[in-house]
């Protein structure tokens, strides 16, 4: 278990705890240090934040913006970012505005298909939360379709499969550059899920990449040894965390179960504080 856990989702997103209780299960596990990192999305961290403040848990602000290079989802995690940013909120909107009408694209296709769903439906399962295809595999579950999760992907709505749809064309370069003028830093989250991480990060390095996500959940120990390589040889800091989305979710991993070394939280924590020096 670990006191460090940088990457988790809430019902804001397509998590299925609320901000508060993140904050509470963090702290029956000893964990200080999150950032709530829902998808396009920045309505958890305040929330959280004031819960922190009561439980003893330091919260972020936090956010994991979906882009893609080419067909691949690339996605680019900010911290410490000012929350109120008026430039950040803007151009979230218009992701969240995109995710809407991509979500809408999808469910004709699948109707086309012979998998009609009622796009309410799609709808109530995103709540209040920035829509995705997550929600659009539970409904895919729910409508017998598909056996789980993994089979709503693999036969429709996976980057290669009949119903998907494309994101809004938003590169990562345009994220970390939103991220820098919120004040925050920015970090490729999950590198070793890319298929040739190595040539986004070159990329994304000289569009200023301040971190690696090289612990994570779905990272096999070789893989984090050498994500924190490449860190090490551009300079780049190390972020981590469970990327949890809370019971019954995508990923049901819980929070604070991957191990992530305290120096993480430390060099995160000064590397924002830097960015915020350069402001002044």
Not at 174 to 184: E, F, N
Request: charged residues 25%; hydrophobic residues 40%; contains cysteine.
């Amino acid at each position: 278990m670990s006191r460090i856990d940088l990457h988790i989702h809430t019902t804001y997103s397509d998590g299925t705890l609320t901000p508060q209780q993140v904050v509470a299960i963090a702290a029956e596990r000893g964990v200080s240090l999150i950032a709530i990192t829902d998808h396009d999305e920045l309505g958890g961290i305040l929330p959280a934040q004031e819960a922190g403040r009561e439980l003893g848990v330091e919260v972020l602000s936090g956010v994991e913006i979906n882009t893609e290079v080419g067909r691949e989802d690339v996605h680019v995690l900010g911290y410490g970012f000012h929350v109120d940013s008026p430039v950040m909120h803007r151009e979230l909107q218009a992701l969240r505005d995109a995710r809407v009408t991509r979500a809408m694209r999808m469910v004709e296709r699948l109707a086309t298909l012979g998998f009609p769903l009622d796009p309410a439906r799609v709808t109530d399962i995103a709540g209040h939360g920035s829509i995705g295809r997550p929600h659009l595999a539970r409904a895919l579950v729910e409508a017998g379709y598909a056996r789980d999760y993994a089979e709503a992907f693999d036969r429709f709505i996976g980057s290669r499969c009949p119903a998907y749809v494309p994101h809004m064309k938003f590169t990562p370069e345009a994220a970390v550059d939103l991220i820098h003028r919120a004040g925050g830093i920015a970090s490729l989250a999950h590198p070793g899920k890319l298929g040739d991480p190595l040539r986004i990060i070159h990329r994304l390095v000289g569009a200023g990449l301040d971190a690696l996500e090289a612990y994570h959940s779905d990272h096999q120990p070789a893989v984090t040894e050498r994500m924190l390589k490449y860190a090490h040889q551009f300079g780049l800091a190390v972020t981590g965390g469970t990327d949890s989305h809370g019971p019954d979710g995508t990923r049901s991993v819980t929070i604070g179960a991957l191990p992530i070394p305290d120096e993480v939280g430390e060099t995160v924590k000064r590397r924002i504080a830097e960015r915020q020096w350069a402001e002044e």
